[in-house]
């Protein structure tokens, strides 16, 4: 049996995933024979007629891992299982249920990377919150927040007693999304706090655009669309989204590289617009809502040129303020997010700290 890392956040889309996936990417040049393990799941897929966390199936996927799945996320929380367990608590069958899949996930591997849920106490309910886990698991946490000077500070502060009640080392934190121009003050002033605290500050991550940017598939899902063209452009990413309210002569005026255009689906005026300016890469995809389609003669110059166009039940409004919403998960399908986090890992975190 190896070492053990488990990586907490101070709360939900802090980016924990995408940095676990990179460190794990990374840690391979360090590190020959490594293992994941997400213990206990909130957001699962059903794989073979498994419940198994989304986590463990995409660094599965991503990473080329030949652990069995069920053993890389042993407990994942569906639907009820809440209540069932505040009736029938079960917490000794659960933490046999993590150590028996630890056992196997570790066997003959240098470093197991294991991967929390959200911040310190999320799980509390049924006495497996990340802290709890940590130390089943003898594994120092490293804790990822993003900022900013104060919030992360605030944050980790809270998260981190919860560790240390639980007798849990904390090896480090990594701050993520800091806005580049302000890097070097953030990194200053938070090594003072931390050295107060005696934390070690691992690295700080720049913000990427990149990184939030969503391809139509995830727009598509968002809006409960359905894909009328362009399925294979469907990975095509959207950094801009215009709304078709207005003219198409002052819509030409809004459009820039790799926008989305959301309109009606009767409004031909402005999809023929979009449909001009398919040659200059500015519109990559439209969303036509109102289950509403355009003209025949309209549709059928949309599917000779495949161009992009999803179909989406809902209002203007509704769609673009879901799309707006969207909070943007790394996928198997995102090589260039994926060559991204690797990157910013090897260039911003301390490595070899981690691996001390």
């Not at 031909?268 to 449909?275: F, P, R, S, T, Y």
Request: proline share 4%; glycine share 8%; aromatic share 6%.
């Amino acid at each position: 049996m190896g070492k053990n890392i488990f990586i907490a956040a101070t709360r939900q889309n802090d980016g924990k995933t995408v940095i676990s996936i990179g460190l794990f990417l990374a840690l391979k040049k360090y590190v020959d024979k490594i293992g994941f393990i997400k213990p206990v799941g909130q957001k699962y897929l059903i794989v073979d007629g498994k419940k198994v966390d989304k986590d463990a199936v995409l660094l599965k996927k991503i990473c080329n891992l030949e652990d069995n799945l069920e053993d890389m996320n042993p407990v994942a929380i569906e639907e009820g299982f809440t209540k069932n367990y505040l009736e029938n608590p079960n917490k000794e069958e659960l933490v046999n249920k993590i150590l028996k899949s630890y056992g196997k996930i570790s066997e003959n591997k240098d470093l197991i990377l294991i991967e929390g849920t959200g911040h310190a106490g999320v799980g509390s309910i049924f006495d497996l919150n990340n802290a709890e886990v940590a130390k089943i698991l003898n594994a120092p946490v490293i804790i990822i927040s993003i900022g900013g000077i104060g919030r992360p500070a605030d944050e980790i502060s809270l998260n981190l007693s919860l560790f240390k009640e639980k007798g849990v080392k904390v090896k480090g934190i990594i701050i993520n999304k800091v806005q580049e121009e302000k890097k070097e003050i953030v990194e200053k002033y938070l090594n003072i706090f931390f050295s107060k605290m005696n934390l070690k500050l691992l690295g700080l991550i720049p913000f990427v655009p990149d990184l939030t940017y969503p391809n139509l598939l995830q727009i598509c899902e968002v809006v409960n669309g359905k894909i009328l063209a362009g399925m294979n452009k469907m990975n095509e990413k959207i950094k801009n989204v215009v709304v078709g309210a207005m003219t198409p002569r002052h819509a030409l005026d809004h459009f820039k590289p790799d926008s989305l255009l959301i309109t009606p689906g009767d409004r031909e005026d402005i999809i023929l617009a979009a449909l001009s300016t398919s040659i200059q890469n500015l519109i990559k995809g439209i969303v036509l809502t109102g289950d509403l389609y355009p003209h025949k003669t309209i549709l059928d110059l949309i599917r000779k040129y495949e161009f992009p166009t999803i179909v989406a039940p809902e209002g203007t409004y509704e769609v673009a303020s879901k799309i707006n919403d969207l909070v943007v998960k790394l996928t198997e399908n995102d090589a260039d997010k994926i060559e991204i986090a690797k990157n910013l890992i090897e260039k911003n975190i301390n490595i070899e700290e981690i691996l001390k």
